[in-house]
């Protein structure tokens, strides 16, 4: 059975790092469980594997930390879910772009809850919502911005990283970069999409799309 945690207040970046990385050695060891765990964190910024300086724009506004998931430019902070997801990908059939895609349908299966159309994007990581209440592109496409970022590193086919849904955090916060390198689209939370959602609602949703798209 897939252990679930919830962490309440903020929980320090360097802290989750630490914490993952020994789970994910406890699982492959059969030690421990696989574990999906809940937290929030005081605002900073994260760096992937892809990530590409000049996408950095202002470097001392929060605290940058560099980690190996994959993956580019990520704010975490307040009012945004983020899911540390420490799973076998070994035993889910080693395939890790149909893990990805796992993941992405679970975010999607998620915000369905609450009646909202989340999309994939090729060449675009993460899940995105049309806004055509807002002026199209230069090029006539309509705009899109990003309600979920997803970015995950394997280790003896044990998962860490995660993903991220904004739920109602700052989002000027996302200024001080590039999220994900894309330029031409925006950000956008449950909340800025008018919806009255709180953490534990989406909590809930989450582990309810989880048993769903997982049957655990």
């Not at 975490?76 to 890790?96: F, S």
């Not at 006539?140 to 003896?156: F, M, N, T, V, Y």
Request: aromatic residues 8%.
């Amino acid at each position: 059975m897939v252990e679930w945690e919830i962490s309440d207040g903020l929980t320090p970046y360097p802290d989750a790092v630490a914490r993952m990385e020994t789970r994910a050695a406890q699982i492959a060891a059969g030690t421990a469980p696989e574990l999906i765990w809940l937290v929030e964190h005081p605002p900073l910024y994260t760096a992937g594997t892809s990530a590409k300086p000049a996408d950095l724009v202002d470097p001392d506004r929060f605290p940058v930390f560099e980690t190996k998931r994959g993956g580019q430019y990520t704010y975490h902070g307040p009012g945004q879910r983020v899911v540390y997801v420490m799973l076998d990908v070994g035993k889910r059939g080693r395939d890790v772009r149909c893990f990805v895609r796992d993941l992405e349908a679970w975010v999607i299966a998620t915000l369905e809850q609450f009646n909202i159309q989340g999309e994939i994007r090729p060449g675009r990581v993460g899940v995105w919502v049309e806004r055509p209440e807002k002026p199209a592109l230069p090029d006539g496409s309509p705009r899109e911005d990003k309600i979920a970022a997803l970015g995950i590193r394997l280790r003896k086919w044990i998962s860490f990283h995660g993903i991220s849904i904004n739920v109602e955090p700052d989002l000027e916060h996302f200024g001080g970069i590039v999220p994900c390198g894309i330029t031409g689209h925006g950000v956008t939370s449950l909340v800025d999409l008018g919806l009255p959602v709180t953490m534990a609602d989406v909590d809930v949703a989450l582990r309810q799309s989880f048993g769903d798209m997982f049957g655990e």
